[in-house]
């Protein structure tokens, strides 16, 4: 499996790139900014872009999901609970950079349990609402990826609509840290972490 981090935008949102081997198909997750880059990156490892996959709908993660689009004819795929932030300006917080964008339409949306199938690779949806309404991580094998829920000694902000300290902290526990220890957790921002070390370690759990 390929598997690539891009930190974009003026606050580092970690963008990944995920590839099958056999097939060449990828997927983007959280193309925030940076667009050439990512593409740049895509075309450089001869991916085929299959899916945009938004953990949830803020600006940060989101900004750059029209242009990959255009270019590559992918499919956008958010959490049926925040496909209203796509296309939102007010819910998606471009206002706190200083625009009111919006962005094209989700093509498809999923909720907890779904599987997203990328060449060989299958991606399970696991719903973790609190940092957003409809929040997502993504598992394959011991890889989760967690957006803005779980980062290294942290968790997800939960002071912006839609946000919930104590559903994101349920969120965690019943979805994340029953994982195995060993399981290898990429954020939306900072470093990456694994389950183990977070359970002995996040001030927060």
């Known amino acids: 499996m390929f598997h690539k981090c891009l930190p974009v935008g003026p606050i580092a949102a970690n963008c990944y790139i995920i590839g099958c081997d056999q097939t060449k198909e990828a997927a983007v997750i959280d193309p925030g900014e940076d667009a050439k880059v990512i593409l740049s990156q895509l075309n450089k490892e001869g991916l085929k872009l299959k899916y945009i996959i938004n953990t949830h709908g803020h600006i940060d993660h989101i900004g750059a999901n029209d242009e990959v689009k255009d270019t590559t004819g992918a499919q956008i795929i958010i959490h049926e609970l925040d496909a209203e932030m796509l296309t939102n300006p007010r819910k998606n917080l471009s206002n706190f950079v200083g625009a ?25 949806v696991i719903h973790t609402p609190g940092h957003t309404i409809g929040g997502i991580c993504l598992r394959h094998g011991n890889l989760v990826w967690t957006g803005d829920t779980l980062f290294q000694g942290s968790i997800g902000r939960s002071d912006f609509p839609g946000g919930n300290h104590d559903t994101l902290i349920n969120s965690i526990k019943k979805k994340l840290t029953v994982l195995p220890d060993d399981t290898q957790v990429f954020p939306g921002h900072g470093p990456s972490s694994n389950i183990g070390e977070e359970k002995r370690s996040n001030p927060f759990l």
């Not at 964008?101 to 060989?120: E, H, L, P, R, Y």
């Open 100 to 124: 009111l964008n919006s962005f094209k339409a989700a093509d498809k949306t999923v909720k907890d349990g779904d599987v997203i199938q990328v060449g060989n690779l299958e991606l399970e």
